[in-house]
């Protein structure tokens, strides 16, 4: 795949229930990030995997907040009892040795309404 | 504090009216990174020039010009001649070399191209 792809693109939930965000990185994209964007505001940074190294999770707004990445592979962000304030758009990047000044590609988000 | 801040919310301009987007960063780190992305209607960020601190070459990239300067702590992007196309929220992003793996977004500035 050309870029990094998220799913679902849109996601409409009730307040409480629990959902879960996909996000494939670009192939051979060592690194991957998550960021929340709230109507009209910038990127929020949530969580960054690097490879096997322990994610730095410093960006996680809440313990309903967690995600999880298999190797260099697919991530999912998993957003439990969810709360109207969790409503926003969910954007994932990934670049291809997680260095710090690496620059990030990103997926087209999936938004989150929660009634 | 490691901050970044896009003063102007948004912009409009005429069609071929040269426009610059500001963007000023605060940071203890002496080595970090900065970046501009695109975000057009679609949704999805686009990037568009990384920068290390320790260059503080200025950057012309067609209609696209970058202006960094470090005395000031700021990072200024211009378009020449802008089109229609250019329309799309801007924003200005620091990976701090201190700062883990996050980076800091701006709020994002809103361009309106008319014709």
């Known amino acids: 795949g050309a870029g990094v792809s998220q799913s679902p693109s849109n996601k409409v939930t009730e307040k409480g229930k629990d959902v879960e965000l996909r996000c494939d990185p670009i192939?051979?994209?060592?690194?991957l990030y998550w960021y929340r964007q709230r109507l009209g505001q910038g990127l929020e940074f949530l969580i960054y995997?690097?490879?096997?190294?322990?994610?730095?999770k410093s960006g996680l707004p809440s313990d309903r907040f967690s995600a999880e990445r298999t190797g260099e592979s697919v991530s999912t962000l998993t957003i439990q009892r969810t709360q109207q304030e969790d409503s926003a758009v969910y954007l994932c990047?990934?670049?291809?040795?997680?260095?710090?000044?690496?620059?990030?590609?990103f997926g087209p988000g999936t938004r989150l309404t929660v009634l | 504090a490691q901050k970044v801040t896009q003063a102007q919310t948004e912009i409009s301009v005429v069609e071929k009216e040269d426009v610059t987007l500001d963007c000023v960063y605060e940071t203890r780190d002496t080595t970090y990174y900065l970046f501009w992305y695109k975000q057009p209607p679609s949704g999805e960020l686009v990037f568009l020039i990384r920068r290390n601190s320790f260059d503080e070459q200025n950057e012309i990239s067609g209609r696209y010009s970058w202006n960094f300067q470090k005395s000031t702590s700021s990072f200024n992007f211009t378009i020449t001649a802008s089109q229609v196309v250019d329309s799309a929220v801007y924003f200005c992003?620091?990976?701090?070399?201190?700062?883990?793996?996050?980076?800091?977004f701006g709020a994002g500035t809103r361009l309106f191209v008319k014709a």
């Open positions: 992003a620091l990976t701090p070399l201190g700062g883990g793996f996050k980076t800091i």
């Open positions: 990047a990934s670049s291809i040795h997680g260095e710090r000044g690496d620059t990030q590609y």
């Open positions: 995997f690097q490879g096997n190294s322990a994610p730095d």
């Open positions: 192939s051979g994209h060592t690194a």
